[in-house]
């Protein structure tokens, strides 16, 4: 099944890499899209969307 995304990919390694999943280029559309979001650690970027962040850095020190 062939990728029906459009991505802004250049190299064709990792576009033949990536060819079943859709990159998406833009940390704000992928924030919008995503119901969950893991991270190794919570910073003030994710902040506002810290509902949908799931981290085991309890303490913000990790």
């Known amino acids: 099944m062939a990728n029906q995304h459009k991505s802004p990919i250049v190299d064709r390694k990792i576009q033949d890499y990536f060819e079943r999943d859709r990159l998406i280029g833009s940390s704000a559309q992928y924030i919008q899209e995503a119901d ?20 085991r850095d309890l303490y913000g020190k990790d």
Do not use: E, G, P, W
Request: hydrophobic residues 45%; without cysteine.
């Open 36 to 55: 969950l979001i893991v991270a190794n650690r919570m910073t003030q970027d994710l902040d506002v969307v810290r509902n949908k962040v799931y981290t």
